[in-house]
């Protein structure tokens, strides 16, 4: 198959080229259909026959003219994907021990639960710490 270095050689660039034009295109498909709202449906599909037609010359016009605001939704996206992960880690991991006994001596002073018993609770919260 290969009848010398330079043919070992040049399949590597044409393989590399493909895998990175390949990258590209998942991520141009990415921005334009998941992350951008504002793009009517029309220009999508002009944008998905162009990237279907002429897949090199139109990825690379997509990049020049869209570009910034493919990075600027990409960072959006970010953000809002690290907000919630955030949020969800908190929520699954409850609350810290000082907001256990605060809510613990707060019923303590309604005289919903005995000194008994917030001890109890005190002990368990400063347990988890």
Do not use: C
Not at 26 to 46: E, M, P, Q, Y
Not at 75 to 83: I, N, P
């Amino acid at each position: 198959m290969w009848d010398s270095f330079w043919d070992f050689l040049w399949a590597g660039v044409v393989i590399f080229a493909f895998v990175a034009y390949l990258m590209i295109l998942f991520n141009i498909l990415v921005d334009l259909f998941w992350r951008d709202h504002r793009t009517s449906g029309a220009l999508k599909a002009v944008w998905l026959i162009g990237l279907i037609v002429l897949p090199y010359l139109t990825a690379l016009v997509y990049l020049i003219a869209r570009g910034r605001g493919m990075a600027e939704r990409a960072r959006e996206y970010a953000a809002t994907t690290k907000r919630e992960t955030d949020a969800y880690i908190r929520e699954a991991a409850g609350r810290s021990p000082a907001q256990e006994i605060a809510h613990a001596k707060e019923l303590l002073d309604a005289g919903t639960i005995t000194t008994q018993e917030f001890d109890a609770l005190k002990t368990k919260a400063l347990s988890r710490a």
